[in-house]
Structure formats: C-alpha cells, structure tokens
C-alpha cells in the first residue's frame, strides 16, 4: 500500500536539499543492498528534534550502520552523545567508518549486542530515544525504554504503518501484531502525548509528559 501519494513523495524529495557526501553514501549503500534505512525524509526531521529539544544524549534501539545516528550527531552540540546498538559486527565496523568521514564518531558509542539488553541495562536517562528492533519486539521496546525517557524527552518509532499492512492483514503476522499491540500501549501511556505521522512508513512520537 502506498501510504503517501507517489507524486507528493516526488516532491518532497525534490525539494529536500542536497545532503552531505557521506549520508548520499550511506543511501546509496542501502539501494544497493535493500538495507533499510530511515531516509532523508525522516532523517532531517529526527536533526531538527536534536535541535527543538536541545537533546544531549541519545539512546537508538537498533542503528544499523549508523544513518540515523549520522542526522542526529549533526545537530549535537559538543558533549552530545548518541548510544548505538547493532548486532551485526560489520554493521558496525562500517558504521564507524561511515562516522569518521561525517567527523561525528567523537558523538558516537557503539554498542554490540540485543538493543532490548542494552536498553535495559543503561543507567542514564535520555533525551530521544529512536527504536526500531524487530516489529514484535516493539511493546516489550517501549515497557524497558519508556523510563530511561526524561520528562520532555521523545521516544521516536520507526515503521508504525508498516506499508499498511496494519490495517491489511488479517489475522495479523507476529510482526503487525507488535506494532498494533505498540501503538495501543503508547496512546494509553497516562504520561504520554502521542502522534502518529504518516511520513515515509509512519513515525510514532511520543513525548514523556
């Protein structure tokens, strides 16, 4: 299902500005090797949350090889920090290089292992925490990262339409069943205020109230 008409898509595109070299890279990459990634379109939106809530510390559940770690790092001031979780060494490893020529890694800590571990046993409290593990996994995502979220703090949900198959499969997979099962627990977060934009595959934000 197309969730944005595909002429508006177009446009969209065509009028976002020319990214720097590195993050044209990292897409060109993901085209090549259909890996996927949150796109320019989502990717200056979450830059311009670093800046509306002057977030310093970020926690990804989930960061591939770093793209979106690479928007937010470029709107970090100094000391700003993002925590990214991958379970695939190369991932990393190419991560890192990719942050290197963006000169952002000073932002940067990987970490390798389950991003629901890793969230689980982090003992700071964030600014913008972005999830975006496996669908089935996105209740139990918000159960352990919602308190590690600041008052203020956005918790950002990648995939929460899933190219309509939220509303088109029945019965729903494991995976859809996740994501609606989210959606439903985060709308009745008592402190949450919630919006689901259908930008790209759908964005769920959730601020900490």
Avoid at 9 to 31: C, F, G, I, S
Avoid at 78 to 95: F, L, Q, S, W, Y
Avoid at 178 to 207: H, Q
């Amino acid at each position: 299902m197309e969730l944005t008409n595909p002429a508006i898509n177009d446009y969209l595109h065509n009028l976002t500005p020319p990214r720097p070299q590195v993050l044209a890279e990292m897409e060109q990459y993901a085209k090549d090797n259909k890996f996927p990634i949150i796109g320019p379109l989502v990717g200056r939106f979450l830059h311009q949350l670093v800046h509306l809530t002057n977030a310093t510390r970020i926690f990804e559940m989930g960061s591939g090889y770093g793209y979106s770690a690479v928007w937010f790092s470029f709107a970090l001031k100094d000391g700003g920090t993002v925590e990214c979780t991958e379970m695939d060494k190369a991932n990393i490893e190419r991560g890192k290089r990719y942050t290197a020529a963006a000169k952002v890694a000073d932002h940067i800590t990987w970490h390798q292992g389950d991003a629901l571990e890793l969230m689980d046993e982090a003992t700071d409290v964030y600014d913008i925490i972005l999830n975006d593990v496996d669908k089935e996994q996105y209740p139990r995502a918000l159960e352990i990262a919602w308190p590690k979220l600041r008052r203020g703090g956005i918790m950002i949900t990648d995939n929460v339409l899933w190219s309509g198959r939220i509303v088109e499969e029945n019965p729903p997979s494991e995976s859809t069943a996740g994501i609606l099962e989210f959606n439903k627990r985060v709308y009745a977060l008592p402190d949450s205020f919630c919006s689901l934009m259908p930008i790209r595959d759908g964005l769920m934000l959730a601020v900490k109230v």
